[in-house]
């Protein structure tokens, strides 16, 4: 007899239909199992010596070599300043080899032998490669004036890992500050106590105006050392400020386009209007319909 349309239109399917049933000769893949991959070189040790010890001692010495071999660990160490921590402890003495670590990542610091960590000259080379190293220094180099100064030049949140003199130091503050304004809030430095400390903030970062408390904001003398170095800061300062002529007048003469960050009054003053339109055109939509 003929299978009838349907049969014949099914039975490509069959095997799908049949959840795959049919015995060794059906249609599906097959899976090959693969023998364990050495591992690589990168990987934590320990790990290694709990797969393959009790299979391979093969992997198991070629991972033990590796970690011993000083051209084998440099290179390592070159991809991943971590890997140091694999390492034979001899060669987390070589100078060498960490300062390789510290370069790709300042964290291998902290696998280095404590020799080096309280080697003071060492300290400060590595310190001033990469700051935040200095969070892995002996304590006592923590205090050491020159190192912190250093290390704050090259990473300002270092100062977050000195000793307790260094970190209250102005000084050292500022030169933090210098490559990031957020070390404040990091420091949670109160700068309504250090006036002229805020100064200096806001002739390198004028923006910083709006991570000040308000009593800041409002402080006219604050506002214009702001302003003058970069009229956008307007945007920060109270709403008193943003009314007062003569800022809005200086904010615009480093930007303005700080028009819009003025009162409505002053956006309907002709001669800051035509101050901020005169250079940029654009301006005459923040100006007043007048």
Sequence with gaps: ?????????????????????????????????????????????SSI???YAGRSGQHLSYVERHWQDRSAVLASVMR??????????????????????????????AFASAGLQHDRDFVLTVVKEQGLCLRFA???????????QAAVTSNGFALLHAGEACRHSEELLLTAVR???????????????????AKSVLELHPCYLEHMPPTL?????????????NGAALQYASKDLQATRSLVLTALRTCPTALRFASAGLKDDEEIVLLAVSSVGACLAEASPR
Excluded: C
């Design 1 to 45: 007899p003929v299978a009838s349309p349907t049969a014949q239109a099914s039975s490509p399917n069959k095997a799908f239909d049949e959840g795959f049933h049919s015995g060794p000769d059906d249609s599906r893949p097959q899976v090959h199992h693969h023998e364990p991959q050495p591992p690589s070189p990168y990987s934590d040790a």
């Design 49 to 51: 010596k709990g797969d």
């Design 80 to 109: 991943d300043g971590r890997a140091l921590q694999h390492a034979q402890e001899e060669l987390k003495s070589d100078a060498g080899i960490v300062l390789a670590a510290v370069r790709r990542d300042w964290r291998g610091f």
């Design 138 to 148: 002996a304590e006592h180099l923590q205090d050491d004036w020159e190192i912190v």
């Design 179 to 197: 490559t990031s304004p957020l070390v404040l809030s990091a420091m949670k430095t109160d700068l309504e106590e250090h006036p002229s400390l």
């Design 217 to 229: 904001q409002r402080n006219h003398e604050l506002v214009l050392i702001a302003v003058a170095a």
